[in-house]
């Protein structure tokens, strides 16, 4: 069965480094998402990703986030300057198509931990 | 998206049914009810969707009145592997792409 692959499955780093996390989302889905989850708190939205442009971005989001697909497979979160509050599990999501009603597919996620 | 509300906690034996009451009083016509699963360090799992009445699949049943105010999750027969935390989502053919998450429901399968 396919599956999101993410990597690493652990990243530590210190305060002020840019991170880049890594996704390989189902080969012939769409629409590709990333989510957060600090440790005993919500999964929250963070961006939505289609046709090579951001759909939808979270208040989360802001100018110390991107996102890319650099290739025909990969699709990542880079966060420029890490904070501490940025610890958090990342979660990369994808899904056939935009529309609500198909059910995302979730990758296992990374760890962040910054220093 | 309609907010939903789900009990915080639920505890349940190996072989019991599990039914998992889920509120949304403001949903919205062309709205979906989705549920996810999720076990601890793991990305959410789709387990399944409906619009009304009844839905099943190999995993669960989900009960949707006709009002759709509110929908029950249904697992039969759980087992130690399905501790995880559940959440109710309300998804629509015309709002965002995004999945707005709750608290969701811990459910405990103790032996």
């Known amino acids: 069965e396919p599956e999101v692959t993410q990597t690493p499955s652990h990243q530590v780093t210190q305060m002020g480094q840019e991170v880049i996390l890594r996704c390989v989302p189902i080969?012939?889905?769409?629409?590709f998402y990333w989510y957060r989850q600090i440790l005993g708190q919500k999964v929250e939205f963070l961006v939505s990703f289609y046709n090579n442009e951001i759909s939808e971005k979270s208040e989360i989001f802001d100018d110390q986030f991107s996102v890319e697909r650099p290739d025909g497979s990969n699709f990542t979160l880079k966060i420029r300057s890490t904070k501490l509050e940025d610890s958090a599990m990342y979660f990369c999501a994808s899904s056939p198509s935009g529309a609500g009603v198909n059910e995302q597919f979730f990758g296992p996620g990374t760890r962040l931990t910054v220093l | 998206l309609a907010k939903t509300t789900q009990p915080i906690s639920m505890d349940s034996y190996e072989g019991q049914e599990v039914n998992i009451t889920c509120s949304h009083n403001?949903?919205?016509?062309?709205?979906?009810i989705t549920w996810y699963q999720q076990f601890p360090s793991q990305g959410p799992r789709f387990i399944i969707q409906g619009y009304k009445t009844k839905v099943t699949n190999e995993v669960a049943s989900l009960f949707i009145p006709a009002d759709r105010k509110s929908s029950t999750l249904s697992l039969p027969r759980v087992s130690l592997s399905d501790t995880a935390v559940y959440y109710c989502?309300?998804?629509?053919?015309?709002?965002?792409?995004?999945?707005?998450f709750g608290s969701g429901t811990r459910l405990l399968v103790r032996p």
């Open positions: 403001n949903i919205a016509t062309n709205d979906y």
């Open positions: 989502l309300v998804v629509g053919m015309d709002s965002s792409y995004k999945l707005i």
């Open positions: 080969s012939n889905h769409l629409y």
